[in-house]
């Protein structure tokens, strides 16, 4: 199966990293920081001044920087669980105490999908509020900890910072901050250039990975429709090759093998034709 590329701009929207964006296609939180007058490069005066601007990260203000502070929320995010079971039971105008599909709007389904984890038809507060806790942004524990170094593993700026990569940027790092980000001063001119900094591309594998540990809540090792963001919805059945209904390890990696081909040829997998190839058979055809 071949895929367009505005099928994989699409897939890659949740997955990839390039320029301001870190891994995962997040936006480099650390870098807005620091990159006070968005240039996208860090300057002397930058580099000096770190210790003050990390500082802005720190929601807590704790003296550090925590993985819930350096990576952004995922997608479904945004809301505490009380405010995700106000919203959502508002629909419930008949005051059952629960919700059913045709409670909520054909937008919400999907929502409706991943919190019903029993599949019984019914959607409660409880299972609103697991859900929250489930695609919120623990910061810390074991699943904030694997995403704060997956980050840092791709993220130059971040390895840096984190001098002694326990997946917490301490008081003592953050003061440190301008000697460690000099070490990303190759050309040592005293700044910081894009090149410089820019986030190592994940693997197929590593970005499978990535996708796993944020979508597969029931972690059966693979992503059901009802588990898929909304904006994997449309190319969902075009990933399934087996059609059994669900995106496997193998198939999200032979995607993005796909797509890493694509990229290095030019914009299309082996054997498509070019587009100019199938705008020409009609004339052919009519000779």
Known sequence: MK???????????????????GPGGQPRLVLKALDTDGDGKLSAAEIAAAPKTLLTLDRNEDGQITPDEVLPPPETAGATADDLVKQLMSFDKADKGYLVPMDVPERMQNLFARGDVNQNGKLTPEE?????????????????????????????????LDANHDGVISAEEIANAPRELLTLDVNRDGEITPDEMRPHQATPEERVDHMLDEWDTNKDGKISKAEAPDRMQAIFEQLDTNHDGFLDRDELIAYFKTMGNQQRGGGRSEGAKPQGDAQQQPAKEQK
């Open 128 to 160: 609103i509020r697991a859900m929250a806790r489930r695609q919120g942004m623990p910061s810390g524990g074991v699943e904030g900890a694997k995403r704060m170094a997956a980050t840092m593993k791709n993220d130059p700026l971040l390895v840096a």
């Open 3 to 21: 895929l367009g590329l505005a099928v994989g701009a699409l897939f890659l929207g949740v997955v990839s990293c390039v320029g301001a964006q």
